[in-house]
């Protein structure tokens, strides 16, 4: 799966964030270390989405988006 993110050049390196997946960031000295710890922390925050819904009724939806 492909999310889109976004980066930002700071002092420090790189700050990149989830725009879809509120409260998803992280960041790297390089852009390419920000742009490989924003996978670890997609990764966890999806886990945790799913261990906070795991006892929830959930629907699955379809939707088209351009």
């Given at each position: 799966m492909k999310y889109r993110v976004n980066?930002?050049?700071t002092?420090?390196?790189?700050?990149?964030w989830v725009p879809r997946l509120p409260g998803c960031w992280s960041q790297g000295k390089s852009e390419a270390e920000a742009l490989e710890n924003i996978k670890d922390a997609i990764s966890a925050y999806l886990e945790t989405v799913d261990k906070l819904s795991a006892d929830k009724e959930t629907r699955y939806v379809?939707?088209?988006y351009a």
């Amino acid at each position: 799966m492909k999310y889109r993110v976004n980066l930002k050049k700071t002092e420090e390196g790189y700050s990149v964030w989830v725009p879809r997946l509120p409260g998803c960031w992280s960041q790297g000295k390089s852009e390419a270390e920000a742009l490989e710890n924003i996978k670890d922390a997609i990764s966890a925050y999806l886990e945790t989405v799913d261990k906070l819904s795991a006892d929830k009724e959930t629907r699955y939806v379809e939707i088209a988006y351009a």
